[in-house]
Protein backbone atom coordinates (compact mmCIF):
# COMPACT_ATOMS: atom_id res chain seq x y z
CA UNK A 1 0.00 0.00 0.00
CA UNK A 2 3.22 2.15 0.95
CA UNK A 3 4.55 1.33 -2.65
CA UNK A 4 1.49 1.99 -4.62
CA UNK A 5 0.63 5.61 -3.13
CA UNK A 6 4.55 6.53 -3.39
CA UNK A 7 3.84 5.29 -7.01
CA UNK A 8 0.77 7.74 -7.63
CA UNK A 9 2.23 10.40 -6.20
CA UNK A 10 5.08 10.02 -8.64
CA UNK A 11 2.60 10.54 -11.18
CA UNK A 12 2.69 6.94 -12.77
CA UNK A 13 -1.02 5.03 -13.95
CA UNK A 14 -0.52 1.34 -14.31
CA UNK A 15 -1.33 0.54 -18.09
CA UNK A 16 -1.28 4.39 -19.18
CA UNK A 17 2.66 5.45 -18.81
CA UNK A 18 4.41 7.51 -20.83
CA UNK A 19 8.01 6.55 -22.06
CA UNK A 20 9.66 9.22 -19.69
CA UNK A 21 7.69 8.25 -16.76
CA UNK A 22 8.52 4.43 -16.91
CA UNK A 23 12.09 5.63 -15.84
CA UNK A 24 10.88 7.86 -13.45
CA UNK A 25 11.78 6.55 -9.32
CA UNK A 26 10.31 7.46 -6.43
CA UNK A 27 12.74 7.47 -3.37
CA UNK A 28 11.56 6.01 -0.12
CA UNK A 29 13.72 4.52 2.71
CA UNK A 30 16.92 4.72 0.63
CA UNK A 31 15.69 2.75 -2.38
CA UNK A 32 14.18 3.64 -5.59
CA UNK A 33 11.24 2.04 -6.77
CA UNK A 34 10.34 1.68 -9.92
CA UNK A 35 7.56 -0.05 -11.96
CA UNK A 36 9.39 -2.83 -14.48
CA UNK A 37 8.76 -2.62 -18.54
CA UNK A 38 10.48 -5.66 -20.20
CA UNK A 39 8.98 -7.24 -23.67
CA UNK A 40 11.65 -10.01 -23.46
CA UNK A 41 10.76 -11.37 -20.29
CA UNK A 42 8.40 -14.31 -21.01
CA UNK A 43 7.07 -16.65 -18.76
CA UNK A 44 3.71 -18.80 -19.56
CA UNK A 45 3.20 -16.74 -22.63
CA UNK A 46 2.44 -14.03 -20.73
CA UNK A 47 5.73 -10.76 -20.32
CA UNK A 48 5.63 -11.80 -16.34
CA UNK A 49 7.72 -9.11 -15.25
CA UNK A 50 6.13 -5.68 -17.09
CA UNK A 51 4.34 -3.62 -13.98
CA UNK A 52 6.02 -5.51 -11.37
CA UNK A 53 7.20 -3.12 -8.58
CA UNK A 54 10.99 -3.25 -7.89
CA UNK A 55 13.69 -2.07 -5.73
CA UNK A 56 17.00 -0.71 -6.92
CA UNK A 57 19.94 0.39 -5.42
CA UNK A 58 19.77 4.49 -6.09
CA UNK A 59 23.55 5.20 -7.88
CA UNK A 60 23.74 8.32 -5.86
CA UNK A 61 24.14 5.85 -2.75
CA UNK A 62 26.73 3.85 -4.74
CA UNK A 63 29.13 6.74 -5.47
CA UNK A 64 28.16 7.97 -1.72
CA UNK A 65 29.79 4.81 -0.41
CA UNK A 66 32.60 4.85 -2.58
CA UNK A 67 33.84 8.12 -1.92
CA UNK A 68 34.62 7.29 1.53
CA UNK A 69 37.28 5.21 0.42
CA UNK A 70 38.64 7.02 -2.43
CA UNK A 71 41.09 10.11 -2.63
CA UNK A 72 42.35 11.34 -6.09
CA UNK A 73 40.24 9.23 -8.05
CA UNK A 74 41.47 5.71 -6.71
CA UNK A 75 41.09 4.02 -3.05
CA UNK A 76 43.27 5.36 -0.49
CA UNK A 77 44.66 3.37 2.88
CA UNK A 78 43.65 5.35 5.98
CA UNK A 79 46.15 6.76 7.96
CA UNK A 80 43.95 7.47 10.76
CA UNK A 81 43.92 3.26 11.34
CA UNK A 82 46.93 1.92 10.55
CA UNK A 83 48.16 2.22 14.28
CA UNK A 84 45.22 0.02 15.06
CA UNK A 85 45.63 -4.07 15.07
CA UNK A 86 45.12 -6.16 12.30
CA UNK A 87 41.73 -7.86 13.36
CA UNK A 88 40.44 -3.96 14.20
CA UNK A 89 41.22 -2.54 10.90
CA UNK A 90 39.58 -5.81 9.34
CA UNK A 91 36.67 -5.54 11.55
CA UNK A 92 36.02 -1.98 10.54
CA UNK A 93 36.15 -2.35 7.30
CA UNK A 94 34.02 -5.66 7.53
CA UNK A 95 30.77 -4.40 9.67
CA UNK A 96 30.93 -0.88 7.15
CA UNK A 97 30.75 -3.24 4.28
CA UNK A 98 28.21 -5.42 5.73
CA UNK A 99 26.08 -2.53 6.75
CA UNK A 100 25.20 -0.95 3.55
CA UNK A 101 25.26 -4.48 1.64
CA UNK A 102 23.00 -5.95 4.09
CA UNK A 103 20.08 -2.83 4.14
CA UNK A 104 20.43 -3.17 -0.17
CA UNK A 105 19.69 -6.90 0.06
CA UNK A 106 15.97 -6.32 -0.99
CA UNK A 107 17.02 -4.66 -4.35
CA UNK A 108 16.93 -6.31 -7.48
CA UNK A 109 20.23 -4.94 -8.27
CA UNK A 110 22.09 -5.36 -5.62
CA UNK A 111 24.88 -6.53 -7.65
CA UNK A 112 26.00 -2.76 -8.35
CA UNK A 113 27.35 -2.73 -5.17
CA UNK A 114 30.56 -4.54 -6.59
CA UNK A 115 31.95 -1.73 -6.91
CA UNK A 116 31.78 -0.77 -3.29
CA UNK A 117 33.28 -3.93 -2.73
CA UNK A 118 36.06 -3.16 -4.82
CA UNK A 119 36.78 0.39 -3.59
CA UNK A 120 36.70 -0.77 0.12
CA UNK A 121 38.49 -3.99 0.04
CA UNK A 122 41.44 -2.48 -2.32
CA UNK A 123 41.49 0.53 0.90
CA UNK A 124 41.64 -2.29 3.44
CA UNK A 125 44.72 -3.68 1.96
CA UNK A 126 46.82 -0.63 1.05
CA UNK A 127 45.51 0.66 4.99
CA UNK A 128 47.25 -3.29 5.78
CA UNK A 129 49.84 -2.75 3.06
CA UNK A 130 51.06 0.25 4.71
CA UNK A 131 51.05 -0.66 8.06
CA UNK A 132 53.36 -3.49 7.89
CA UNK A 133 55.16 -1.92 5.01
CA UNK A 134 54.08 -4.41 2.40
CA UNK A 135 52.66 -4.72 -0.73
CA UNK A 136 48.75 -4.92 -1.33
CA UNK A 137 49.21 -8.67 -3.03
CA UNK A 138 50.78 -10.27 0.19
CA UNK A 139 48.07 -8.88 2.80
CA UNK A 140 45.88 -10.36 0.16
CA UNK A 141 47.54 -13.62 0.20
CA UNK A 142 47.80 -13.27 4.08
CA UNK A 143 44.24 -12.64 4.77
CA UNK A 144 42.65 -14.56 2.11
CA UNK A 145 40.11 -17.21 3.48
CA UNK A 146 36.98 -19.63 2.60
CA UNK A 147 33.66 -19.61 4.55
CA UNK A 148 30.75 -21.78 4.44
CA UNK A 149 27.75 -19.48 4.57
CA UNK A 150 23.75 -20.16 3.56
CA UNK A 151 25.40 -19.42 -0.34
CA UNK A 152 27.88 -21.91 -0.39
CA UNK A 153 31.50 -21.65 0.04
CA UNK A 154 32.55 -17.82 -0.01
CA UNK A 155 35.65 -16.04 -0.49
CA UNK A 156 36.49 -13.18 2.59
CA UNK A 157 39.62 -11.76 3.97
CA UNK A 158 39.97 -12.74 7.77
CA UNK A 159 41.83 -11.80 10.43
CA UNK A 160 42.08 -13.29 13.84
CA UNK A 161 42.80 -12.31 17.74
CA UNK A 162 44.43 -14.22 19.36
CA UNK A 163 43.82 -14.48 23.51
CA UNK A 164 44.78 -17.12 25.88
CA UNK A 165 42.75 -19.35 27.32
CA UNK A 166 39.68 -17.93 25.48
CA UNK A 167 38.36 -18.50 21.62
CA UNK A 168 40.53 -16.43 18.80
CA UNK A 169 38.17 -13.44 17.90
CA UNK A 170 37.77 -13.31 13.92
CA UNK A 171 36.97 -10.36 11.76
CA UNK A 172 35.65 -10.75 8.42
CA UNK A 173 35.58 -8.68 5.24
CA UNK A 174 33.04 -9.60 2.55
CA UNK A 175 31.41 -13.51 2.27
CA UNK A 176 27.90 -11.61 1.14
CA UNK A 177 26.45 -12.58 -2.09
CA UNK A 178 26.23 -10.01 -4.17
CA UNK A 179 21.95 -10.64 -4.98
CA UNK A 180 18.55 -10.37 -4.14
CA UNK A 181 17.70 -11.93 -1.17
CA UNK A 182 13.74 -13.52 -2.11
CA UNK A 183 13.79 -15.02 1.25
CA UNK A 184 13.49 -11.82 2.98
CA UNK A 185 9.86 -11.22 4.44
CA UNK A 186 8.78 -8.02 4.65
CA UNK A 187 6.74 -7.28 7.92
CA UNK A 188 5.81 -4.31 9.57
CA UNK A 189 4.42 -4.82 12.97
CA UNK A 190 1.61 -2.42 14.15
CA UNK A 191 2.36 0.01 17.33
CA UNK A 192 2.54 -1.71 20.38
CA UNK A 193 -0.39 -0.56 23.06
CA UNK A 194 1.12 1.16 26.48
CA UNK A 195 -0.56 1.20 29.16
CA UNK A 196 0.03 4.05 31.50
CA UNK A 197 -0.12 3.49 34.58
CA UNK A 198 -3.30 5.22 36.24
CA UNK A 199 -2.97 8.23 38.65
CA UNK A 200 -2.80 7.46 42.56
CA UNK A 201 -5.34 10.42 43.02
CA UNK A 202 -8.22 9.05 41.22
CA UNK A 203 -8.79 5.94 43.07
CA UNK A 204 -8.72 7.66 45.94
CA UNK A 205 -11.28 9.94 44.99
CA UNK A 206 -13.03 7.00 43.93
CA UNK A 207 -13.34 5.90 47.65
CA UNK A 208 -15.28 9.15 48.36
CA UNK A 209 -14.00 9.00 51.63
CA UNK A 210 -12.61 11.59 53.91
CA UNK A 211 -8.99 10.91 54.80
CA UNK A 212 -8.51 13.32 57.45
CA UNK A 213 -11.93 12.16 59.29
CA UNK A 214 -12.01 8.69 58.03
CA UNK A 215 -15.91 9.40 57.12
CA UNK A 216 -17.34 8.62 53.57
CA UNK A 217 -18.79 11.74 52.04
CA UNK A 218 -19.03 13.55 49.30
CA UNK A 219 -14.85 14.60 48.87
CA UNK A 220 -12.58 17.17 47.44
CA UNK A 221 -9.35 17.68 47.20
CA UNK A 222 -6.99 20.01 48.84
CA UNK A 223 -3.73 21.06 46.79
CA UNK A 224 -0.31 22.14 48.03
CA UNK A 225 2.02 23.78 45.93
CA UNK A 226 4.85 21.91 47.45
CA UNK A 227 5.82 19.67 50.98
CA UNK A 228 7.67 22.81 52.24
CA UNK A 229 4.18 24.69 52.57
CA UNK A 230 3.46 21.63 55.48
CA UNK A 231 5.36 24.01 57.59
CA UNK A 232 8.32 22.44 60.38
CA UNK A 233 7.43 19.74 62.16
CA UNK A 234 6.50 20.23 66.03
CA UNK A 235 3.32 21.19 67.90
CA UNK A 236 2.22 24.22 66.30
CA UNK A 237 1.62 22.46 62.75
CA UNK A 238 -1.81 21.66 62.19
CA UNK A 239 -3.18 17.77 61.50
CA UNK A 240 -3.72 17.85 57.88
CA UNK A 241 -0.51 19.14 57.47
CA UNK A 242 1.00 16.43 59.52
CA UNK A 243 -0.84 13.83 57.36
CA UNK A 244 0.04 14.98 54.43
CA UNK A 245 3.75 15.28 55.48
CA UNK A 246 3.16 11.58 56.43
CA UNK A 247 1.86 10.47 53.37
CA UNK A 248 4.25 12.54 51.18
CA UNK A 249 2.03 13.75 48.85
CA UNK A 250 0.86 17.24 48.37
CA UNK A 251 -2.72 16.41 47.75
CA UNK A 252 -5.31 15.02 50.87
CA UNK A 253 -9.56 14.12 49.63
CA UNK A 254 -11.19 15.26 52.54
CA UNK A 255 -15.08 15.94 52.65
CA UNK A 256 -16.45 19.33 52.81
CA UNK A 257 -16.39 20.02 56.67
CA UNK A 258 -12.67 19.08 56.56
CA UNK A 259 -11.61 21.18 53.65
CA UNK A 260 -13.37 24.23 55.29
CA UNK A 261 -11.70 22.95 58.81
CA UNK A 262 -8.21 23.29 56.92
CA UNK A 263 -8.79 26.74 55.38
CA UNK A 264 -9.46 27.93 58.49
CA UNK A 265 -6.54 26.29 60.47
CA UNK A 266 -3.91 26.94 57.51
CA UNK A 267 0.07 26.66 58.25
CA UNK A 268 1.61 29.25 60.68
CA UNK A 269 5.02 29.18 59.51
CA UNK A 270 4.95 27.98 55.71
CA UNK A 271 8.88 27.53 54.78
Given at each position: M??A ?6 G?V ?10 R??R?L?Y?I????SS??I??GR ?5 Q ?6 PE ?6 A ?6 K???R ?7 D ?7 G ?6 V ?10 R?SK ?5 V ?5 T ?9 T ?12 SDG?R???E ?6 G ?5 A ?10 R?A ?6 P??V?L ?8 LRR ?6 D ?5 AV ?8 L???G ?6 AV ?8 T???C????E?I ?9
Open positions: ITGLLRAAWRGREAPAQRRRAFGDTVQHTKTNRSVSGIALRVPVVRAQCRYRQHGPWPPRLQNLDYDIVRVYAEYAGVSYYLLARDVWLLYWHATSMLKLAAKHNSTVKMAACYRAKIVTLRCFARLTREKQDLVRFGGIALRQDRVITDPGVPRPRKELLPRRYCELCKGATVHQVAGLKQGIPPGQPAWLMAKMRRKLVVAPCHHHANPVAHAA
